[in-house]
Each structure stands twice: as structure tokens, then as C-alpha cells.
């Protein structure tokens, strides 16, 4: 049981639709993030927070809207989106931002299908 | 720039033939290098951090090994359960990406009964 939960496991939806995706963690964390996994592509950090602050903000396009009520809940946003944007959203939390010595500890991800 | 190259991209052992993943990084001063493996259908897990050259870690049949340019998984006697995509990052300590995670894009291990 990972101590990062992230619903839906699955989504499929259209381009013109709007869902958002949750994540909650456990472990008593302060930064939290989300990341996006493609096909032969490393990771790719899209946004970070920080004791319920954005720090930082990947250069993401502005269908992505994150929100982050408190320092145990992430949500994602989700609205117009293309197909090219179908692929893993990985929520990770760590205790701090920045602390080297503090691995992220990941969710098991949203599996997200554009069509 | 901060960049983190696996290799190879794919790797098929038999059980019990040992061998060795690689991780090249160029970074802005190194804070640390991070493994982790990645099941299907399932978020990267933490194996290691290694902060300095020289440095080793084990943890079962794994051991990472760091020097100034890149890092090494061994992988000792393999089972079929080591099957998985195993993850290099790299956090620099200063410059634009500081704070941050670098990931390469990981090599995917088979281990063949």
C-alpha cells in the first residue's frame, strides 16, 4: 500500500471535456508534485508546491491547472486537452522541496487518454 | 545543461547472469543521484541515493556504485522478480534546476527463467 493514492487509475476523456485527477498522501509530507511519464521520455517535472505554495511551474500549458488546498491533497485540473497530452501523471510527495537527502515517494499514477 | 542518459535501453539477463545498468549525468555541481524501479502499471519505488564519487549502496542482489561522471546498478545472480524499468535521477546543488529532479528515460530489465 503505497502511502501516495492517486484516483482515477484510469481516464479516458474527450478533447473538449474537463475532469481533474486526485492525489493524497499519508506521510505527512510538505511538497508535493506532479509529473508526466510518455513513451520513451524521462520524466517531466510540471508543477511543485511547497508547504500548499507553487514553486514551481514547468512551463506547463495553461490546460493543466493544479491546486493544492492543503499540504496532504493535490488535484490536477484537466480541460481541453489534446491528444498528444495522453500519458502517466505521476503525483509524488517529499518532506521538503529541495532537500536533497529526501527521495520523492511516487503514486502509482493516472493512466490518461485523450481522444 | 543538466542531463541524466541510461543505457542500455533494454536489457534481456537469464536468471542468475549478472550485470550492470549505467547512468552518464552532466550536472551543475551534483546533490544527488537517486535509483529507483518502476513496476508496469506502477509509480517509480526508491532503491538508492548516492551524494559523493565513491560512494556504494546494496540492497539485496543491487548494488549502485557513483564516480564524477556516472553511476552504476549491479545487478548480482538476477531473478525473475528484478524484472522491471529501473530509473536514474539527478538533483543538482546549484544553477536553474537546483532543487529539482533530472530523469533519465530508464532501462528496462528482463529477467528470463
Known amino acids: 500500500e503505497t502511502g501516495v493514492t492517486q484516483t482515477p487509475r484510469h481516464l479516458v476523456m474527450g478533447m473538449t471535456n474537463k475532469k481533474s485527477l486526485k492525489c493524497e498522501q499519508h506521510?505527512?509530507?510538505?511538497?508535493m508534485y506532479w509529473y508526466k511519464q510518455s513513451a520513451k521520455k524521462p520524466l517531466e517535472l510540471m508543477f511543485v508546491?511547497?508547504?500548499?505554495?507553487q514553486t514551481e511551474n514547468n512551463s506547463v500549458p495553461s490546460r493543466f491547472s493544479p491546486e493544492c488546498p492543503n499540504s496532504s491533497h493535490l488535484f490536477l485540473h484537466l480541460h481541453t486537452l489534446q491528444p498528444e497530452d495522453s500519458a502517466l501523471y505521476l503525483c509524488?510527495?517529499?518532506?521538503?522541496w529541495g532537500q536533497g537527502d529526501s527521495p520523492l515517494h511516487f503514486g502509482n499514477g493516472t493512466r490518461l487518454t485523450v481522444t | 545543461e543538466d542531463q541524466v542518459t541510461q543505457s542500455p535501453e533494454a536489457l534481456r539477463l537469464q536468471e542468475g547472469e549478472s550485470s550492470s545498468l549505467n547512468c552518464s549525468y552532466t550536472?551543475?555541481?551534483?546533490?544527488?543521484l537517486f535509483w529507483y524501479r518502476q513496476d508496469p502499471g506502477k509509480g517509480p519505488e526508491f532503491l538508492f541515493t548516492?551524494?559523493?564519487a565513491g560512494e556504494e549502496k546494496e540492497k539485496e542482489r543491487l548494488k549502485a556504485t557513483l564516480t564524477k561522471k556516472e553511476s552504476f546498478l549491479h545487478i548480482t545472480a538476477p531473478k525473475p522478480e528484478d524484472s522491471a524499468t529501473y530509473l536514474c535521477?539527478?538533483?543538482?546543488?546549484?544553477?536553474?534546476?537546483?532543487?529539482?529532479?533530472?530523469f533519465g528515460t530508464g532501462t528496462r530489465l528482463t529477467v528470463i527463467p
Open positions: 509524488a510527495s517529499s518532506p521538503e
Open positions: 550536472v551543475s555541481g551534483l546533490r544527488g
Open positions: 548516492l551524494y559523493s
Open positions: 535521477a539527478v538533483q543538482a546543488s546549484r544553477g536553474a534546476g537546483a532543487n529539482n529532479l533530472f
Open positions: 506521510l505527512g509530507h510538505n511538497a
Open positions: 508546491y511547497n508547504f500548499k505554495e
